[in-house]
């Protein structure tokens, strides 16, 4: 199956499971052939039909909660119940049981696509060196949350960049369309239910953003509280894409059973409500741009967090670190790096072919 037919069977499943912005899937669409990165982001349902076949080995490696859709782009920050920032992977539309070399390999893949597009600049080895060695001490320790207060000053500064502040960031919220036709009632349940107040005022914007979930419907409730402005926004979600791969009929969703799970500082603010994810939006509280932090950081630190960060994920699956020690250690040393280069050779080969039409 190539990737025009994988993505037209795909939708149609897709359909069947939620209600599809046909405008929002046209752009994203126009957005697969803009770039690789873009590509890839897009396209979690072909990743995970070609991935057997590419990296035939690692799709037999021990199972775990994971990800799915993991790339350098899915980190952010948000306040936990005391308030604190935290950094972490923000987004698991995708999540599901999955081979623990997914997510490594995925997220190597997109940094190495990063790299190519001069977004980093280490060298492609030392990508996966970094995501590993972070994997490994992250599993070693049993998992710790990125709190940006005491510890971590470092990428509290990288993170906190001209994006964050709150002027630009309102002016974009507030200058979304406002929603036409009817709000489902389920989609305004789920933004009233994160609401800080019963009864509270709020107008509803179509929000458009991401690329894997474009296409899916987004409504953001937008409001006056307390002199100031807020933001809740309640995204559709579906079974992940690994469900239609696999001809499977669930229709589970696994997103607020890893955040309950896993080794994180969560965020009180992203529930699970029925068929909508429902999280606050504000400055401090979004995904973090790679372009928007500063041009001089240590790559090479980030990179070895976002892996250490992907074990506090996959430690909410019992007896995680045990068994992915033991399938690690019995692979070549530089298994990320070859897998992670067959995988981004056989992604920029369906990129072409995407683009060629």
């Known amino acids: 199956m190539n990737v025009h037919k994988a993505t037209g069977e795909y939708e149609a499943w897709l359909a069947k499971q939620i209600t599809i912005v046909p405008a929002d899937l046209s752009l994203k669409h126009r957005q697969m052939s803009a770039s690789a990165f873009f590509f890839l982001r897009a396209t979690f349902y072909r990743w995970m039909q070609i991935f057997p076949e590419v990296c035939g080995t690692f799709a037999k490696a021990p199972k775990v909660l994971g990800v799915g859709d993991l790339h350098v782009q899915n980190f952010g920050t948000w306040r936990d ?19 623990y070399a997914v997510d490594l390999i995925r997220l190597s893949v997109s940094a190495h696509m990063a790299v190519r597009d001069a977004h980093l600049s280490i060298g492609a080895k030392d990508v996966c060196d970094a995501i590993l060695d972070g994997y490994r001490a992250g599993l070693a320790s049993g998992g710790k949350p990125f709190v940006l207060a005491e510890d971590h000053t470092w990428l509290r500064h990288m993170v906190s960049g001209d994006l964050r502040d709150p002027i630009p960031f309102w002016e974009k919220l507030d200058s979304l369309p406002r929603a036409r036709g009817k709000v489902p009632g389920t989609a305004e349940e789920a933004i009233e239910h994160l609401m800080p107040a019963k009864n ?77 994810i429902v999280r606050r939006l504000a400055p401090d509280c979004s995904r ?59 992604t920029l080969k369906d990129w072409g072919a995407w683009r060629k039409g």
């Not at 935290?86 to 081979?99: A, R």
């Not at 950081?297 to 996959?314: I, Q």
């Not at 909410?316 to 250690?329: E, L, N, P, S």
């Not at 990320?336 to 050779?345: F, R, S, T, W």
Request: hydrophobic share 45%.
């Open 81 to 99: 119940v005391e308030a604190r920032l935290i950094w972490g992977i923000n987004d698991f539309d995708e999540t599901y049981m999955l081979p």
């Open 288 to 346: 973090v741009d790679l372009a928007t932090i500063p041009k001089e950081r240590d790559e090479s630190r980030l990179l070895r967090a976002m892996g250490w960060e992907t074990a506090n994920v996959h430690l909410g699956t019992a007896g995680a670190a045990k068994f992915i020690v033991k399938d690690m250690d019995k692979r070549d040393k530089r298994w990320l790096h070859e897998a992670a280069e067959a995988m981004l050779a056989a």
């Open 200 to 276: 509270l005022k709020y107008e509803v914007a179509h929000r458009v953003a991401g690329l894997g979930s474009l296409g899916r419907e987004r409504y953001v409730g937008l409001a006056d509280y307390a002199g100031s402005r807020i933001a809740r926004e309640a995204k559709a979600l579906a079974p992940s894409a690994c469900v239609w791969v696999d001809g499977g009929k669930s229709r589970k969703i696994f997103y607020q059973q890893i955040l309950d799970e896993c080794v994180r500082a969560c965020d009180p603010f992203v529930r699970l409500k029925g068929r909508w």
